[in-house]
């Protein structure tokens, strides 16, 4: 797994390794329900359509994406919560 930052605040991580097309979007979504505004989810996957799938969930769902890395295990996402 990827090191975070001590700069980037992630307050919850979501580990969507395994999980494929659509569970990625689905998991992400009902955790971001419970999270607060201005908080920031740190997304685990390895599908190769969670990239783009996540992208265009938060931009549908006023979320904003901050960074995008890839790590030899697959992705990592953090999204903001922003409404």
Excluded: F
């Excluded at 920031?40 to 995008?68: F, N, S, Y």
């Amino acid at each position: 797994m990827a090191e975070t930052n001590p700069t980037e605040r992630v307050h919850q991580t979501l580990d969507c390794i395994g999980l494929y097309c659509p569970m990625p979007v689905l998991k992400t979504r009902e955790k971001m329900d419970e999270i607060t505004v201005g908080e920031t989810l740190e997304v685990l996957a390895d599908d190769p359509a969670a990239e783009p799938d996540l992208k265009a969930w938060a931009k549908r769902a006023g979320q904003k994406v901050l960074k995008i890395d890839k790590t030899s295990e697959g992705l990592r996402l953090l999204i903001e919560k922003i409404q």
